[in-house]
């Protein structure tokens, strides 16, 4: 799969080397290394935008109508979504959903859904690398949705360079819960289905919390949209957002700030992976922690202790 040929597909933005490559990705990460490696610094300049909130909120909706905008725009967007009830079905419906006009909006316009579980080698590693494979092949911008807030197994903040936080009126109750903690990643909040009651009455409550808590991005006044993604009401304010806080990050050294930070928790994500695959399958160190647990049974030594021996050998053997 790393071929010239078809390194050249998809860099082309060829929809069917998009889809081999992404499949690749996500079944057989180590097979997909030297791909990856020849794809390093590719589409390093295509905008990363995460959409989260609670399920149901809109969020397939509100990138619907977003893509929907990138397309007139003559843009060719790209969204990984991730889904934790489905598997696979999750682009289709988001695809049928933009209401793709033709095959030319189609071979743009790229979607596909990651299943929750069963993603080899942990979530946020399969979305980071397939955001990279879309930007390579030219997507632009790139979406990455996911269900939740707060602390995930994915932490949107860690993939994308905006975060959009959609809620909707009845999420009152979960802002009182959680407190500010979760408005904390946000860049832009959208209260969708502003058509429904409330919904003015929350936008209040987040901006005032917003404007009473401690900011992570202190020269960002975070916005707080009212949308109604089943209409369009409110789509073009969310993209013009979109764009103000992009030139925000560009023209404030803020993204190439934000970036390093992620690849710095990537990094330390990825070995944290290797190293509990390596606790998992060595063979010596698994000699070596049953010898420990035969000496804990045998009441010689506490389980703190024999811990200790371990973590003490390992590091010796490590950086030996
Ligand atoms: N009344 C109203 N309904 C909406 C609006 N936006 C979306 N919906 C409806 O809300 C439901 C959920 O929409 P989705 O876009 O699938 O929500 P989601 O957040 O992507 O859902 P999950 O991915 O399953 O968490 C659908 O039935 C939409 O038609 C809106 O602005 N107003
Ligand atoms: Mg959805």
């Known amino acids: 799969m790393s071929d010239p040929e078809d390194l050249a597909a998809l860099r082309s933005g060829d929809p069917r080397a998009i889809g081999r490559t992404l499949t690749l990705v996500e079944n057989d990460p180590t097979a997909a290394e030297p791909l990856l490696e020849a794809l390093a610094g590719a589409g390093a300049d295509a905008p990363r935008i995460g959409i989260t909130g609670p399920p149901g909120a809109g969020k397939s909706t509100l990138v619907a109508s977003l893509l929907r905008l990138d397309l007139e725009a003559s843009g060719a967007p790209g969204v990984v979504a991730v889904d934790p009830s489905s598997e696979q079905t999750g682009g289709a419906v988001l695809g049928d959903r933009v209401r793709l006009r033709g095959d030319e909006d189609a071979g743009r316009a790229f979607f596909r859904s990651v299943a929750t579980r069963g993603s080899r080698g942990g979530l946020a590693r399969t979305c980071a690398d397939l955001l990279r494979i879309l930007a390579a092949a030219g997507k632009r911008p790139l979406y990455l949705e996911t ?4 602390q995930s197994e994915l932490e949107i903040a860690e993939l ?6 959609v809620l909707v009126p009845e999420s009152g109750d979960f802002i009182q819960t ?5 408005l904390e990643v946000a860049d832009i909040v959208v209260v969708n289905k502003a058509d429904r009651e409330g919904a003015q009455a929350l936008a209040e409550e987040i901006a005032d919390t917003l404007h009473r808590s401690a900011r992570l991005d202190p020269d960002w006044d975070v916005p707080v949209l009212l949308a109604s993604a089943r209409t369009g009401d409110g789509v073009t304010a969310l993209r013009d957002a979109l764009g103000r806080h992009a030139s925000h990050l560009r023209s404030g050294g803020g993204l190439a700030r934000r970036r390093a930070a992620q690849v710095g928790k990537e990094l330390r994500r990825r070995l944290r992976g290797r190293l509990e695959d390596w606790l998992d399958r060595d063979p010596s160190i698994h000699q070596s922690v049953e010898a420990e647990a035969r000496e804990v049974a045998a009441g010689r ?7 200790r021996r371990l973590w003490d050998a390992l590091k010796a053997a490590a950086w030996r």
């Open 178 to 182: 959680l407190k500010a903690g979760v």
């Open 160 to 165: 994308v360079d905006t975060v959009v936080l």
């Open 301 to 307: 030594r506490t389980p703190t202790g024999a811990a």
């Open 147 to 150: 269900v939740g807030v707060g």
